[in-house]
Every structure is written in C-alpha cells, then in structure tokens.
C-alpha cells in the first residue's frame, strides 16, 4: 500500500512561487510514474506535470516554461516548483503514482492566486 501526503500549498499573489512537495510512503517499484494535477470545483481533475521514473518529463501548454517538477527516488519524494503564477493556476494540487498496475493519489493541497 503506497501512501501520498501533499503540503506547500496556499495563497499567494500573481507572478509569485510556491513549492508544493509529495511525500511517498510504502513499497514503491523502481519503475513508476509520478504527477501533479489541478482540480477546481466543477471541472474535471488535469494533469500538470508527470515525471518517469527514467526521467521523462511532461508539462501541460498552460505551464511549460513556469512550473519544474522533479523527483527524488530515494527519498520518495515530488516536487512541483511553481514561478510567476497565474490566476488560473489556482486549484486543489494532487500527487499521483502509477506503477505496478495501481493508482495511488493524495488528498490533495489547495493553491489560490489572487491578489
């Protein structure tokens, strides 16, 4: 059983940062696929950024160039640096894994934007 806590969420002003951090614990293969995504109420949960365990790294076109996510094997750790954010990224942030057949996700950490 593999589980994920999420912190680093809250308010902050357009064009500031946060990092958000994803904890894994439990059993977790060496081969796996880890992400961030971004619910707001009344849409459905999108995918931010995914990271392989091999290194592929993927980013939706609304964060590319803004957001870096990276992974720490050993620590069992995510991370999703956020710089000059936006309005719109705001949300409920879940951390996620894939591996060995199974989906595992957190519960989530809210990031509001405004000013």
């Known amino acids: 059983q593999v589980q994920l806590v999420e912190e680093g969420g809250g308010w902050v002003q357009p064009g500031g940062s946060l990092r958000l951090s994803c904890a894994a614990s439990?059993?977790?293969?060496?081969?796996?696929?880890m992400g961030w995504y971004r619910q707001v109420p009344g849409e459905e949960r999108d995918v931010v950024a995914v990271i392989a365990s091999f290194g592929m790294k993927r980013y939706a076109d609304s964060v590319r160039g803004r957001f870096t996510i990276s992974q720490d094997n050993a620590k069992k750790t995510l991370d999703l640096q956020m710089n000059n954010l936006k309005s719109e990224d705001s949300g409920v942030y879940y951390c996620?894994?894939?591996?060995?057949?199974?989906?595992?996700w957190g519960n989530g950490t809210l990031v509001t934007v405004s000013p």
């Open positions: 996620r894994i894939v591996t060995d057949g199974k989906d595992y």
């Open positions: 439990g059993s977790i293969p060496s081969f796996n696929v």
